[in-house]
């Protein structure tokens, strides 16, 4: 191990963690002069690109009990917000409400109205007007009590004791006998402190303090000077010296008097032991506390802040926008009253510590001074209580801030464009601001009324008073894109300051608005004792220089020293408790001493009592605590809690949450969401917050920090069920790292001559990392530095941390397990990144510490000396090209010594918990390892060999004590963490062996006695797992082919020992050959291709690879060829062994039964051998996914188990049948009900470009359309069930059309075949034109047997052309084409094609020459029957008949061929049209001749029938019409009803026409009745219903009349004798219709 390789990287981290502490103080941006709108106020990007970074959450209204109480109050209620309780406290006259918001949401019932729970006090008599929460003092309760609860009321003041767990949970207010009267004196506001002490305001002008304890005592009131005796619970006033005369004045004449200056504000800070009190007019008055909190002294009496800051806006030179100094001259005018005080904790600044806000929103930082001339940053140790520094002196104003302009708050209110990405691009690249912003502006007469704010961590959150309206919430967040943009890529410690804030409306009128009371930062997470550890840690981590942290390493720390003896003597001289040094020695209690505060980000958080030791800010040790940014702070460590900050706005409506957002947030976002703007908004964000902190911030997303990004912001909603919510972190670590590869640059170099190369030159002026040689420098990336960025915000709070306490010889309180586990999750994540995305620098470990170690020592390789020999001989471009290889190769190594570093961290962190775990007899020598820090434990080779040195002290330790188990623990945790101190190898190959000979002669023996759930199965299935671990651990240093190549070799006499023993044995066999292939993966680096290689696609699931595992087993170097025959040998072992089991089942199924099984197993030996060839290859798909693997195990599944492979669902499976038959691939689905997959394939493959015949076609369509009814059938989801309805309806028509395909690949099939066109010798007997028209029918009968042609297609190019017009009726009926006139000459196309051309009659002529008119349709010649004439009707009619049938069922909608109906609906069925052309052809061969009535009845047609017989026959059934559409579905009304029309259009035709369709509507009528009372009473339903319906309604009679009226006129004109016949038939049958009719009517 090269411990140098690691102290430079540890060097690298150490300057990443000094980057981060380089944030200027908060009082040296305000002393900053104006710089590119550095004091401006911004609205955008914040508002067009990703929304404010203070947004709304969630509205909890007041419980309906405390609603209920408004109607009920008498004289006055007040409200405000205990957060550290999570309560809402509400008086209502003498009664105090506790109720707690952080129930409501999950409790909320189905009107969503909370709860009505509250706690109630009602042990009080006058009107409550204040109340407030402090820490108990110690000694005086019992340690179950966490909080007091003061209760304030204008005659007296009372303390109830509030007892609670740690998570707030066993909530009770108790009271107690603490209750003192007040005088009369109202105490406004009450303020408690974590030590317990109480301060109150009282309405006087005095500030009061209410003391109580348990020590009341005669004798105490003969000691103390005065003799008053000590009270058990007293008031003390505090400004005793203001008297004033209005103060004993009656009630009645205090109204005559001046106005007062009442108090306004209390405020404690808890850090530096101070009060402040703060009139309306700004005089402030301010206690100093002591260094143990137990004094009171008054430092500074009525100072001015309004004359103050008058003072300082006086100044030559003030920031842009502040108000004017006249403004403060009266503070009697309405806005310049104070309003509250915010305390500033040394997290947020060391030398601002308190913000004066102001009713007009101008904001006023103070600063403390110390008693001699220099700033109070930090408070003294105890024993240093004298010199000029023990006290703070007094206050100076700093700085002044104007709220911002009502155009500004204006423009947060309403929509306005925000800039393009073009303009942000452009400012980042010429260091402008992103847009103008607007200055801060205060006119006296636009004031804003701010009736509630809060400032806290760079937040600042103003109530606007709108009178009758709702409030208004203008939020103020520190403005970090402002921050980045004025950087202009400059180190931290040469950038301008800045106030830049940005703002947003929080809460406004559209919401549940309401009167805003007050305004709180949720501090929840004070409680959580392991993560205000950690966030305590990650405070107290101020760095020194690297010289002096290595010097350092291995010696005692010289501040130790006096921080022990102060807190020795703090414990000697306080009353409250022992105090202890964050890296001190534990409390001899279990509660925190009274040096610590608690970690919150707010100023006014108190924790609860009873806490454990190392959980806050220590007070005498201030000055070791890091100024941190938001940009380091949102990557704390912290898995327990939700480091994200939540705001609690209370109304008189209810409790409205806002929280903070973190740049990591909405890059979350970003990252979680897919659009096409997502590039975009990526740019935008690393334009914004620059390419560094952007970059960073993708890596510890990667990582998983933070661990509550993208969780919801609901406050009851626990931090493990927000992080459920999240989304995956390998998700995130793809989208993250892909985003940041993509938008960074790659390592730069810079010429000792001629300057830096490309786009860089300006990079050289930031805080990346410089390397130089002998004649370059080399900038490295913003990737490589954003990964030492996060690995040293993740190591911040233990990277110099003691190991070692030296006054216990044990470890320090800070390494708890929940530290380690924070602290070790986001590392191993880096891990991971660095391995998946940055596997060239991990793995290639010889070159990259050879590139690394000659960079150290500053020498030139003799690489570069040949480039300089002959680069005059060389291009200048191939210069610069091994340049940046050379710049590539030194940033691979730097990233390759990171990776290391990550590596040995994580086996620290291991070492110290694994080692702090032994517990019992044994007790480990942590003084073998010195004082030693984290830092020296991962870098220090001394330390290493202590480490060595203590390992084998326990062990020895351990192995005297009797403790084989923890021997083997121990053992076992040094083989998978720190190889390269022990090889575990072979003692696991050792023991493995010994075992599995013990267990197969055990299982021999008790064969058919193991039964399932035994003893002695339960003991023999350990023995077995315990078995395949140890082989496990032994096949990772399996490196060589020797050890898995060949029956002898290691691996296979293991499996076939492995494979004797029962399920768990089969299991080892494929965990062990799993194993070992792992062993001789290819990496990417070694193949030198751009290919994945096997490595890659093995991807093993788990394992461990860390780089001293594999430096430690590489010891023999292998070609890729080797490796992947060796891996193959793997891979030929498990199949080998499976297919044993295969043989087994073969044998078994022909009968060849074994007296027992080899393993022993008792049951059905065909049935477990079967279960257990499954088993193992289940288990083998889903631990390898090697494709190679797969197929080999499919193939040989295929070969010899098809049926078993086909019946095991899995992934791997699925694919490889992919590459095999498809129907195969469909049983698979089927097999396994996965209809939806199943209709996907056979659509695919029917739908597929290749040549496929469209019979094959046609039936992979008919298996999607059954496999999409089955999936519509299961389907139990909504939206999937329509989804894959919707395909089945779309398969459905596809499978019609294809249909539709085939009828016209058959018809185009035979009229091709016709031609004989195939044949060379035919082919020349066409001319030139024909063969071109066959060539194509050739080729369109190709493409209609082979391709699934789209239906246009096949209507244009395939059906019309070649006049198949059938097919174009159906393909219209499909598509419900509704062209009326195609369709009609389609029709009349279809008819005529089957009527003769030519005819003998001069009627027949010319009624052919008339409807074969190319205007009405298209002639087709290819189905006219040779030498037949139109009269001889017996040859062709009856083909027309059977056509037209067939053809017109098929386009009607229904099948009505068990019925009448009423009417038929078909887009590509004109009804009338086809009626009517049948009409007129049979009424021709009637005037030809062959009239239908007179042969009916019996007539003859005289002797002009014979000129007709001659050339054939012409004769027709009469009514044959009425047949054809009867038996399509046709009833007869609709028919009748048909005939009356035609007959309408036909009244200027011969009256032989008209007699014929006066006939066949006779012979209609005549049947209809004729069935009507013939049908059975099953069909009484429709006919006959029909007919009577008819008849009642009167159409039956005029049809008659109408009928009967034009027989009349026909027989009055001139006709034949045998149309005389037919009137009077015709008349004859009307007469029976009408007797019928009558009688169906009668009955």
Same mark, same amino acid.
Request: glycine share 6%; with cysteine; aromatic share 6%.
């Given at each position: 191990?090269?411990?140098?390789?690691?102290?430079?990287?540890?060097?690298?981290?150490?300057?990443?963690?000094?980057?981060?502490?380089?944030?200027?103080?908060?009082?040296?941006?305000?002393?900053?002069?104006?710089?590119?709108?550095?004091?401006?106020?911004?609205?955008?990007?914040?508002?067009?690109?990703?929304?404010?970074?203070?947004?709304?959450?969630?509205?909890?209204?007041?419980?309906?009990?405390?609603?209920?109480?408004?109607?009920?109050?008498?004289?006055? $209620?007040?409200?405000?917000?205990?957060?550290?309780?999570?309560?809402?406290?509400?008086?209502?006259?003498?009664?105090?409400?506790?109720?707690?918001?952080?129930?409501?949401?999950?409790?909320?019932?189905?009107?969503?109205?909370?709860?009505?729970?509250?706690?109630?006090?009602?042990?009080?008599?006058?009107?409550?007007?204040?109340?407030?929460?402090?820490?108990?003092?110690?000694?005086?309760?019992?340690?179950?009590?966490?909080?007091?609860?003061?209760?304030?009321?204008?005659?007296?003041?009372?303390?109830?004791?509030?007892?609670?767990?740690?998570?707030?949970?066993?909530?009770?207010?108790?009271?107690?006998?603490?209750?003192?009267?007040?005088?009369?004196?109202?105490?406004?506001?009450?303020?408690?402190?974590?030590?317990?002490?109480?301060?109150?305001?009282?309405?006087?002008? #005095?500030?009061?303090?209410?003391?109580?304890?348990?020590?009341?005592?005669?004798?105490?009131?003969?000691?103390?000077?005065?003799?008053?005796?000590?009270?058990?619970?007293?008031?003390? #006033?505090?400004?005793?010296?203001?008297?004033?005369?209005?103060?004993?004045?009656?009630?009645?004449?205090?109204?005559?008097?001046?106005?007062?200056?009442?108090?306004?504000?209390?405020?404690?800070?808890?850090?530096?032991?101070?009060?402040?009190?703060?009139?309306?007019?700004?005089?402030?008055?301010?206690?100093?506390?002591?260094?143990?909190?137990?004094? !009171?002294?008054?430092?500074?009496?009525?100072?001015?802040?309004?004359?103050?800051?008058?003072?300082?806006?006086?100044?030559?030179?003030?920031?842009?926008?502040?108000?004017?100094?006249?403004?403060?001259?009266?503070?009697?005018?309405?806005?310049?009253?104070?309003?509250?005080?915010?305390?500033?904790?040394?997290?947020?600044?060391?030398?601002?510590?308190?913000?004066?806000?102001?009713?007009?929103?101008?904001?006023?930082?103070?600063?403390?001074?110390?008693?001699?001339?220099?700033?109070?940053?930090?408070?003294?140790?105890?024993?240093?209580?004298?010199?000029?520094?023990?006290?703070?002196?007094?206050?100076?104003?700093?700085?002044?801030?104007?709220?911002?302009?009502?155009?500004?708050?204006?423009?947060?209110?309403?929509?306005?464009?925000?800039?393009?990405?073009?303009?942000?691009?452009?400012?980042?690249?010429?260091?402008?601001?992103?847009?103008?912003?607007?200055?801060?502006?205060?006119?006296?007469?636009?004031?804003?009324?701010?009736?509630?704010?809060?400032?806290?961590?760079?937040?600042?959150?103003?109530?606007?008073?709108?009178?009758?309206?709702?409030?208004?919430?203008?939020?103020?967040?520190?403005?970090?894109?402002?921050?980045?943009?004025?950087?202009?890529?400059?180190?931290?410690?040469?950038?301008?300051?800045?106030?830049?804030?940005?703002?947003?409306?929080?809460?406004?009128?559209?919401? #549940?608005?309401?009167?805003?009371?007050?305004?709180?930062?949720?501090?929840?997470?004070?409680?959580?004792?392991?993560?205000?550890?950690?966030?305590?840690?990650?405070?107290?981590?101020?760095?020194?220089?690297?010289?002096?942290?290595?010097?350092?390493?291995?010696?005692?720390?010289?501040?130790?020293?006096?921080?022990?003896?102060?807190? $020795?003597?703090?414990?000697?001289?306080?009353?409250?408790?022992?105090?202890?040094?964050?890296?001190?020695?534990?409390?001899?209690?279990?509660?925190?001493?009274?040096?610590?505060?608690?970690?919150?980000?707010?100023?006014?958080?108190?924790?609860?009592?009873?806490?454990?030791?190392?959980?806050?800010?220590?007070?005498?040790?201030?000055?070791?605590?890091?100024?941190?940014?938001?940009?380091?702070?949102?990557?704390?460590?912290?898995?327990?809690?939700?480091?994200?900050?939540?705001?609690?706005?209370?109304?008189?409506?209810?409790?409205?949450?806002?929280?903070?957002?973190?740049?990591?947030?909405?890059?979350?976002?970003?990252?979680?969401?897919?659009?096409?703007?997502?590039?975009?908004?990526?740019?935008?964000?690393?334009?914004?917050?620059?390419?560094?902190?952007?970059?960073?911030?993708?890596?510890?997303?990667?990582?998983?920090?933070?661990?509550?990004?993208?969780?919801?912001?609901?406050?009851?909603?626990?931090?493990?069920?927000?992080?459920?919510?999240?989304?995956?972190?390998?998700?995130?670590?793809?989208?993250?790292?892909?985003?940041?590869?993509?938008?960074?640059?790659?390592?730069?170099?810079?010429?000792?001559?001629?300057?830096?190369?490309?786009?860089?030159?300006?990079?050289?002026?930031?805080?990346?990392?410089?390397?130089?040689?002998?004649?370059?420098?080399?900038?490295?990336?913003?990737?490589?530095?954003?990964?030492?960025?996060?690995?040293?915000?993740?190591?911040?709070?233990?990277?110099?941390?003691?190991?070692?306490?030296?006054?216990?010889?044990?470890?320090?309180?800070?390494?708890?397990?929940?530290?380690?586990?924070?602290?070790?999750?986001?590392?191993?994540?880096?891990?991971?990144?660095?391995?998946?995305?940055?596997?060239?620098?991990?793995?290639?470990?010889?070159?990259?510490?050879?590139?690394?170690?000659?960079?150290?020592?500053?020498?030139?390789?003799?690489?570069?000396?040949?480039?300089?020999?002959?680069?005059?001989?060389?291009?200048?471009?191939?210069?610069?090209?091994?340049?940046?290889?050379?710049?590539?190769?030194?940033?691979?190594?730097?990233?390759?010594?990171?990776?290391?570093?990550?590596?040995?961290?994580?086996?620290?962190?291991?070492?110290?918990?694994?080692?702090?775990?032994?517990?019992?007899?044994?007790?480990?020598?942590?003084?073998?390892?010195?004082?030693?820090?984290?830092?020296?434990?991962?870098?220090?080779?001394?330390?290493?060999?202590?480490?060595?040195?203590?390992?084998?002290?326990?062990?020895?330790?351990?192995?005297?004590?009797?403790?084989?188990?923890?021997?083997?623990?121990?053992?076992?945790?040094?083989?998978?963490?720190?190889?390269?101190?022990?090889?575990?190898?072979?003692? =696991?190959?050792?023991?493995?062996?010994?075992?599995?000979?013990?267990?197969?002669?055990?299982?021999?023996?008790?064969?058919?006695?193991?039964?399932p759930g035994s003893q002695q199965w339960t003991d023999l299935q350990a023995q077995i797992q315990r078995c395949v671990e140890l082989l496990l651990g032994a096949a990772q240093y399996w490196r060589s082919p020797d050890t898995v190549q060949g029956e002898d070799s290691e691996l296979w006499r293991a499996c076939t020992a492995l494979l004797e023993l029962d399920a768990v044995g089969r299991d080892g066999v494929v965990d062990l050959c799993w194993q070992a292939a792992a062993n001789f993966t290819v990496a990417d680096s070694q193949n030198g291709s751009g290919e994945s290689s096997n490595g890659m696609l093995f991807a093993p699931k788990q394992g461990n690879s860390d780089w001293e595992m594999l430096l430690y087993r590489d010891s023999i170097t292998l070609g890729e060829n080797e490796r992947r025959a060796a891996q193959l040998a793997c891979f030929q072992c498990l199949i080998q062994h499976i297919m044993t089991i295969g043989t087994d089942v073969r044998r078994l199924g022909a009968g060849i039964l074994p007296a027992k099984l080899p393993s022993g197993e008792v049951g059905n030996p065909l049935q477990i051998a079967q279960a257990s060839m499954v088993r193992m290859v289940v288990r083998a798909v889903n631990k390898c996914e090697n494709p190679s693997f797969h197929s080999l195990l499919g193939d040989r599944l295929l070969r010899d188990h098809e049926e078993a492979l086909l019946s095991i669902r899995s992934a791997a499976?699925? @694919?490889?049948?992919?590459?095999?038959?498809?129907?195969?691939?469909?049983?698979?689905?089927?097999?396994?009900?996965?209809?939806?997959?199943?209709?996907?394939?056979?659509?695919?493959?029917?739908?597929?470009?290749?040549?496929?015949?469209?019979? !094959?076609?046609?039936?992979?369509?008919?298996?999607?359309?059954?496999?999409?009814?089955?999936?519509?059938? =299961?389907?139990?989801?909504?939206?999937?069930?329509?989804?894959?309805?919707?395909?089945?309806?779309?398969?459905?028509?596809?499978?019609?059309?294809?249909?539709?395909?085939?009828?016209?690949?058959?018809?185009?099939?035979?009229?091709?075949?016709?031609?004989?066109?195939?044949?060379?010798?035919?082919?020349?007997?066409?001319?030139?034109?024909?063969?071109?028209?066959?060539?194509?029918?050739?080729?369109?009968?190709?493409?209609?047997?082979?391709?699934?042609?789209?239906?246009?297609?096949?209507?244009?190019?395939?059906?019309?052309?070649?006049?198949?017009?059938?097919?174009?009726?159906?393909?219209?009926?499909?598509?419900?084409?509704?062209?009326?006139?195609?369709?009609? @000459?389609?029709?009349?196309?279809?008819?005529?094609?089957?009527?003769?051309?030519?005819?003998?009659?001069?009627?027949?002529?010319?009624?052919?020459?008339?409807?074969?008119?190319?205007?009405?349709?298209?002639?087709?010649?290819?189905?006219?029957?040779?030498?037949?004439?139109?009269?001889?009707?017996?040859?062709?009619?009856?083909?027309?008949?059977?056509?037209?049938?067939?053809?017109?069922?098929?386009?009607?909608?229904?099948?009505?061929?068990?019925?009448?109906?009423?009417?038929?609906?078909?887009?590509?069925?004109?009804?009338?049209?086809?009626?009517?052309?049948?009409?007129?052809?049979?009424?021709?061969?009637?005037?030809?001749?062959?009239?239908?009535?007179?042969?009916?009845?019996?007539?003859?047609?005289?002797?002009?029938? !014979?000129?007709?017989?001659?050339?054939?026959?012409?004769?027709?059934?009469?009514?044959?019409?009425?047949?054809?559409?009867?038996?399509?579905?046709? $009833?007869?009304?609709?028919?009748?009803?048909?005939?009356?029309?035609?007959?309408?259009?036909?009244?200027?035709?011969?009256?032989?026409?008209?007699?014929?369709?006066?006939?066949?509507?006779?012979?209609?009528?005549?049947?209809?009745?004729?069935?009507?009372?013939?049908?059975?009473?099953?069909?009484?339903?429709?006919?006959?219903?029909?007919?009577?319906?008819?008849?009642?309604?009167?159409?039956?009679?005029?049809?008659?009349?109408?009928?009967?009226?034009?027989?009349?006129?026909?027989?009055?004109?001139?006709?034949?004798?045998?149309?005389?016949?037919?009137?009077?038939?015709?008349?004859?049958?009307?007469?029976?219709? #009408?007797?019928?009719?009558?009688?169906?009517?009668?009955?």
């Amino acid at each position: 191990m090269d411990f140098k390789i690691l102290e430079q990287a540890s060097d690298a981290i150490q300057d990443k963690l000094r980057l981060d502490e380089m944030i200027p103080d908060l009082i040296d941006q305000c002393s900053g002069r104006d710089s590119q709108g550095s004091h401006r106020y911004y609205i955008e990007p914040y508002k067009s690109h990703w929304g404010p970074m203070i947004e709304y959450g969630e509205f909890l209204p007041l419980p309906n009990r405390i609603l209920d109480q408004y109607t009920r109050i008498e004289c006055a $209620s007040f409200m405000g917000v205990l957060p550290e309780i999570s309560r809402v406290w509400v008086t209502v006259d003498n009664k105090l409400f506790l109720w707690k918001y952080t129930d409501s949401t999950s409790n909320r019932d189905s009107s969503g109205t909370s709860p009505d729970h509250c706690e109630v006090f009602d042990g009080i008599s006058e009107v409550i007007v204040s109340v407030a929460l402090s820490a108990p003092r110690p000694g005086v309760f019992l340690d179950t009590v966490k909080y007091v609860l003061v209760v304030s009321s204008p005659v007296e003041v009372v303390l109830l004791a509030i007892t609670c767990d740690a998570h707030g949970g066993n909530f009770k207010m108790v009271p107690t006998a603490y209750r003192l009267p007040s005088d009369n004196v109202a105490m406004v506001k009450v303020v408690g402190s974590q030590s317990g002490r109480i301060f109150m305001a009282g309405n006087d002008g #005095n500030v009061y303090e209410l003391d109580y304890s348990n020590t009341e005592s005669v004798w105490s009131g003969l000691v103390e000077e005065g003799g008053g005796g000590r009270h058990k619970c007293r008031k003390i #006033n505090h400004f005793a010296w203001n008297w004033k005369l209005v103060h004993v004045l009656p009630p009645f004449l205090k109204a005559f008097a001046s106005d007062e200056d009442n108090l306004v504000d209390l405020a404690v800070d808890n850090v530096r032991h101070l009060v402040y009190a703060v009139t309306c007019k700004g005089m402030l008055s301010a206690f100093y506390l002591g260094a143990s909190g137990g004094e !009171t002294v008054l430092f500074q009496r009525s100072f001015s802040v309004l004359e103050a800051a008058k003072l300082f806006l006086s100044g030559y030179s003030v920031p842009e926008g502040s108000p004017r100094p006249e403004n403060f001259s009266n503070p009697s005018v309405a806005g310049c009253a104070v309003l509250s005080l915010s305390v500033l904790t040394p997290v947020e600044s060391r030398r601002v510590q308190l913000i004066v806000t102001l009713q007009n929103g101008i904001r006023i930082y103070l600063s403390l001074r110390s008693s001699g001339h220099g700033s109070f940053a930090h408070l003294p140790t105890p024993l240093a209580s004298q010199g000029s520094f023990a006290a703070p002196g007094n206050l100076q104003v700093v700085y002044v801030r104007s709220p911002p302009p009502s155009a500004t708050l204006r423009a947060c209110a309403h929509s306005s464009p925000g800039p393009s990405p073009q303009s942000i691009g452009s400012a980042a690249a010429g260091g402008s601001d992103i847009d103008q912003g607007c200055a801060p502006s205060f006119i006296p007469t636009q004031a804003l009324r701010v009736s509630a704010a809060l400032s806290s961590k760079g937040a600042t959150l103003l109530a606007l008073d709108k009178m009758q309206h709702p409030d208004e919430l203008v939020c103020l967040f520190e403005d970090l894109v402002g921050r980045n943009q004025l950087s202009m890529g400059l180190p931290p410690t040469h950038q301008p300051p800045s106030m830049r804030e940005g703002v947003c409306i929080g809460l406004d009128e559209t919401r #549940n608005g309401g009167k805003i009371y007050d305004i709180q930062e949720d501090c929840s997470s004070i409680h959580s004792a392991e993560s205000a550890r950690l966030v305590s840690l990650y405070a107290h981590s101020s760095t020194p220089t690297n010289a002096s942290i290595r010097d350092a390493s291995h010696h005692h720390d010289p501040n130790m020293r006096s921080l022990s003896d102060a807190s $020795s003597a703090a414990v000697a001289a306080s009353a409250n408790g022992p105090l202890a040094w964050l890296d001190g020695p534990a409390s001899s209690s279990s509660f925190t001493p009274s040096s610590e505060v608690p970690v919150g980000r707010g100023g006014r958080a108190i924790n609860m009592a009873c806490r454990p030791a190392g959980v806050g800010y220590n007070k005498f040790d201030l000055g070791n605590i890091a100024l941190l940014g938001e940009m380091c702070w949102q990557h704390v460590p912290c898995a327990t809690i939700s480091s994200r900050r939540q705001f609690i706005v209370l109304t008189n409506q209810g409790i409205h949450t806002l929280r903070r957002l973190r740049p990591a947030d909405i890059l979350y976002r970003h990252l979680s969401t897919i659009s096409q703007q997502a590039e975009d908004k990526y740019k935008q964000f690393f334009s914004a917050f620059g390419a560094l902190e952007s970059s960073a911030m993708c890596v510890a997303l990667a990582c998983g920090l933070p661990g509550d990004a993208g969780s919801t912001s609901s406050i009851s909603v626990s931090h493990a069920q927000r992080s459920a919510a999240s989304r995956p972190l390998e998700a995130i670590r793809m989208r993250a790292m892909s985003v940041m590869l993509g938008l960074t640059q790659g390592p730069a170099f810079k010429s000792s001559i001629t300057g830096m190369s490309g786009a860089a030159g300006a990079a050289m002026n930031d805080s990346r990392m410089v390397i130089s040689d002998s004649s370059h420098e080399f900038v490295s990336s913003t990737a490589h530095e954003a990964l030492h960025l996060v690995c040293s915000r993740i190591l911040r709070p233990v990277w110099l941390r003691n190991v070692v306490d030296r006054n216990t010889a044990g470890l320090t309180t800070v390494w708890t397990p929940q530290v380690i586990a924070d602290v070790r999750a986001p590392l191993a994540e880096l891990q991971k990144v660095l391995k998946g995305f940055f596997a060239t620098a991990v793995l290639n470990v010889k070159q990259n510490q050879e590139h690394y170690l000659a960079n150290i020592a500053n020498q030139a390789s003799e690489d570069m000396v040949t480039h300089q020999m002959l680069a005059k001989a060389q291009q200048s471009v191939s210069g610069e090209r091994q340049v940046h290889q050379r710049a590539r190769a030194l940033e691979d190594a730097s990233i390759h010594a990171l990776y290391r570093l990550v590596g040995k961290a994580l086996q620290a962190l291991s070492f110290i918990e694994v080692l702090s775990s032994i517990k019992g007899n044994v007790k480990v020598p942590w003084s073998k390892l010195g004082e030693v820090t984290f830092r020296s434990l991962v870098v220090s080779s001394r330390v290493h060999e202590s480490v060595k040195r203590l390992v084998s002290a326990v062990i020895s330790d351990l192995i005297r004590a009797g403790s084989p188990a923890a021997v083997d623990g121990v053992i076992d945790w040094l083989s998978k963490e720190c190889s390269f101190y022990f090889s575990h190898g072979d003692r =696991c190959a050792y023991e493995a062996g010994r075992l599995l000979q013990s267990l197969q002669q055990r299982v021999k023996e008790s064969a058919g006695d193991n039964f399932p759930g035994s003893q002695q199965w339960t003991d023999l299935q350990a023995q077995i797992q315990r078995c395949v671990e140890l082989l496990l651990g032994a096949a990772q240093y399996w490196r060589s082919p020797d050890t898995v190549q060949g029956e002898d070799s290691e691996l296979w006499r293991a499996c076939t020992a492995l494979l004797e023993l029962d399920a768990v044995g089969r299991d080892g066999v494929v965990d062990l050959c799993w194993q070992a292939a792992a062993n001789f993966t290819v990496a990417d680096s070694q193949n030198g291709s751009g290919e994945s290689s096997n490595g890659m696609l093995f991807a093993p699931k788990q394992g461990n690879s860390d780089w001293e595992m594999l430096l430690y087993r590489d010891s023999i170097t292998l070609g890729e060829n080797e490796r992947r025959a060796a891996q193959l040998a793997c891979f030929q072992c498990l199949i080998q062994h499976i297919m044993t089991i295969g043989t087994d089942v073969r044998r078994l199924g022909a009968g060849i039964l074994p007296a027992k099984l080899p393993s022993g197993e008792v049951g059905n030996p065909l049935q477990i051998a079967q279960a257990s060839m499954v088993r193992m290859v289940v288990r083998a798909v889903n631990k390898c996914e090697n494709p190679s693997f797969h197929s080999l195990l499919g193939d040989r599944l295929l070969r010899d188990h098809e049926e078993a492979l086909l019946s095991i669902r899995s992934a791997a499976i699925e @694919r490889y049948l992919t590459t095999k038959d498809p129907l195969l691939l469909y049983r698979y689905y089927e097999k396994h009900a996965d209809c939806v997959k199943a209709t996907a394939l056979m659509s695919a493959l029917a739908r597929d470009d290749a040549d496929t015949e469209i019979a !094959t076609r046609i039936s992979y369509l008919q298996r999607a359309v059954a496999s999409a009814e089955r999936a519509v059938a =299961c389907s139990t989801d909504v939206g999937a069930s329509q989804a894959m309805l919707d395909s089945l309806v779309d398969l459905k028509d596809t499978l019609e059309i294809a249909g539709f395909q085939l009828k016209a690949h058959r018809v185009l099939s035979e009229q091709f075949a016709g031609y004989n066109y195939t044949s060379p010798s035919n082919r020349a007997k066409y001319s030139e034109g024909q063969r071109r028209s066959l060539d194509l029918l050739e080729n369109m009968v190709q493409r209609a047997q082979l391709q699934l042609l789209p239906i246009t297609e096949l209507f244009h190019e395939v059906c019309m052309p070649y006049k198949l017009w059938d097919v174009c009726l159906l393909i219209l009926n499909a598509s419900k084409h509704e062209d009326d006139q195609l369709i009609a @000459r389609l029709w009349r196309s279809f008819i005529y094609r089957m009527v003769p051309e030519t005819g003998v009659t001069e009627e027949s002529q010319t009624f052919l020459k008339l409807k074969r008119d190319v205007a009405r349709l298209d002639i087709d010649k290819r189905y006219q029957l040779a030498s037949v004439s139109f009269e001889q009707s017996e040859s062709w009619l009856s083909g027309l008949q059977i056509q037209v049938v067939q053809l017109a069922q098929q386009l009607v909608s229904g099948d009505l061929r068990n019925g009448a109906a009423a009417s038929l609906h078909s887009t590509a069925f004109p009804s009338a049209v086809v009626l009517e052309e049948l009409e007129e052809i049979a009424a021709t061969l009637g005037a030809c001749g062959s009239c239908g009535g007179g042969d009916a009845e019996g007539g003859g047609a005289g002797e002009g029938e !014979t000129k007709h017989q001659q050339h054939g026959s012409s004769r027709a059934e009469r009514g044959w019409t009425t047949s054809c559409f009867r038996e399509i579905g046709f $009833s007869y009304g609709s028919l009748v009803e048909s005939y009356v029309e035609i007959f309408d259009q036909w009244s200027g035709k011969a009256p032989e026409k008209l007699l014929h369709l006066l006939s066949s509507t006779s012979f209609a009528l005549s049947q209809w009745t004729r069935s009507a009372a013939e049908l059975s009473v099953r069909n009484e339903g429709s006919t006959r219903q029909q007919l009577v319906q008819a008849a009642r309604s009167g159409r039956v009679a005029n049809w008659i009349e109408k009928l009967r009226r034009q027989l009349s006129t026909l027989g009055a004109r001139k006709i034949s004798h045998t149309s005389q016949e037919l009137i009077s038939v015709v008349a004859k049958e009307l007469a029976e219709v #009408n007797r019928r009719v009558a009688e169906l009517t009668i009955a």
